[in-house]
């Protein structure tokens, strides 16, 4: 992914360098795959909760992903905003 023309407004190498933590795979899903477009380089998506058919039109999750972990099925996700990106998927309930 060519960042060149972000390189007067923003530190490229540090972008990439970034890992974010992200507790929820619903509503933050087109976020994470807006920053791995942005160049982010690294995420660790954490969620407890499996795609449920209403959250197809709600949360950017494709249908087949029905039943899949929210976290794994957004770590599949992320390559549309960036192939190079890696995704750290992690099913958990943080609220026990």
Known sequence: MNL???RGVLDVAAVR???????????????VVNLARCGVGEFTVI???AVDESNVTRQGHVAAAVGR?????LA?????????ARVHPVRADLTR
């Open 47 to 49: 969620d407890f909760d």
């Open 17 to 31: 360098a970034a890992h974010v933590g992200v507790t929820g795979a619903g509503g933050s899903a087109d976020l």
């Open 76 to 84: 599949d996700r992320v390559p549309q905003g960036s192939p190079a």
């Open 4 to 6: 060149d023309r972000l």
């Open 69 to 73: 972990s929210k976290a794994d099925a």
